[in-house]
């Protein structure tokens, strides 16, 4: 019973083409968090929303969406993908926010998108 | 949190050995420090975290240490074995508390 479920796992697509991954979590947690972890295994935050209100935007391009329509939920959409954009997606969830040292993050199983 | 440097990039040792991973960071604010398993293909896993008002946090193999006074924190794994071996990441909160920002990690090598 997985805790922080995303999908798909792997995602294969062309340049040009929009895709969306999906994420859920069941652990009641109020704040989700997509992260892109690149070739080189380096994290990086994406977006961060908290009981559905978008509290992060790194510097991200606009081809980037996401989308939380309930608490449980964060989608990520992406136009006009680019090959740069191959890498991880983690979705993650916390109880809180991190700082609050009670919250830590629970990550996905990542998705792997590969643009070709 | 926007700055954490993490030492070293790659650490190899033999089955038995101690590691340490040092992390250094920015904001004098920052107030939670947690460390992430990675092992090859899976999700990250926190190990262990500590808060800035203690210095020092032990579980079974795994310590961390805290100086806030140099701005930097260690993660220490006794006896190390094979299984140990993975990406470890370091990350602090910063003073916003609003997200982890990560250090680039440190693969780990136990050679049996």
């Known amino acids: 019973d997985t805790a922080v479920s995303q999908t798909p796992k792997y995602l294969v697509t062309q340049m040009g083409n929009d895709k969306s991954i999906k994420c859920e979590q069941n652990?009641?947690?109020?704040?989700m968090y997509w992260y892109k972890q690149d070739s080189k295994k380096f994290l990086k935050i994406m977006f961060s929303?908290?009981?559905?209100?978008?509290?992060i935007n790194e510097t991200v391009p606009n081809r980037f969406s996401p989308k939380s329509p309930d608490k449980a939920h964060l989608n990520l959409h992406i136009n006009s993908l680019e090959l740069g954009d191959s890498a991880v997606y983690f979705c993650?969830?916390?109880?809180?926010?991190?700082?609050?040292?009670?919250?830590?993050?629970?990550f996905g199983n990542g998705t792997r998108l590969t643009v070709t | 949190g926007e700055n954490v440097e993490q030492h070293p990039s790659t650490l190899s040792v033999q089955e038995g050995d101690s590691a340490v991973i040092k992390c250094t960071y920015s904001?004098?604010?920052?107030?939670?420090f947690p460390w992430y398993k990675q092992e090859l293909g899976k999700r990250p896993q926190l190990i262990i975290d500590?808060?800035?008002?203690?210095g020092e946090k032990k579980d079974q193999r795994i310590a961390v240490t805290l100086n806030k006074t140099a701005k930097h924190f260690s993660l220490h794994i006794t006896e190390t074995q094979p299984e140990d071996s993975a990406v470890y990441f370091c990350?602090?909160?910063?003073?916003?508390?609003?997200?982890?920002?990560f250090g680039k990690g440190t693969l780990l090598t136990v050679n049996p």
């Open positions: 904001d004098s604010a920052s107030n939670y």
């Open positions: 929303y908290n009981n559905k209100e978008l509290i």
């Open positions: 500590i808060r800035s008002n203690v």
């Open positions: 652990l009641g947690h109020d704040t």
């Open positions: 990350a602090d909160s910063g003073g916003s508390n609003y997200k982890l920002t």
């Open positions: 993650a969830s916390s109880q809180g926010l991190p700082g609050q040292g009670n919250s830590p993050l629970h």
